[in-house]
Nanobody
């Protein structure tokens, strides 16, 4: 089992910034962020692959969101800049012990955080 503890959500105005954190209770091969807005399906936002340092971003956030990892603490960070109203959603941290946490069938085995709300308004 892997426990994920998230923090850092909140409310900001358009163009503002927020930083999310997700601490994993043990080493995982992949950590990432998903989001789900009301009435919409959950979508992947970004992911970090620990073994290769590969990072992927959804097209909607490229150039605005930046993820990084503190290897010592198994913590994933996501800096969100130039926030837009369409970024409003519940953000969930996800992790996979051995496989891909962002795409493919292994996502079904992800561990999930409790979620943190991000609200962007004018």
């Amino acid at each position: 089992q892997v426990q994920l503890v998230e923090s850092g959500g909140g409310s900001v105005q358009i163009g503002g910034s927020l930083r999310l954190s997700c601490a994993a209770s043990k080493y995982v091969s992949c950590m990432g962020w998903y989001r789900q807005a009301p009435g919409k399906e959950r979508e992947g936002v970004a992911a970090f692959y620990t073994g290769t340092n590969k990072i992927v971003y959804a097209d909607a956030v490229k150039g605005r969101f930046t993820i990084s990892q503190d290897f010592a603490d198994n913590t994933l960070f996501m800096q969100m800049d130039s926030l837009k109203p369409e970024d409003t959603a519940m953000y969930y941290c996800a992790a996979n012990r051995l496989n891909d946490c962002y795409s493919g069938p292994s996502v079904a085995d992800n561990y999930w955080g409790q979620g943190t709300q991000v609200t962007v308004s004018s």
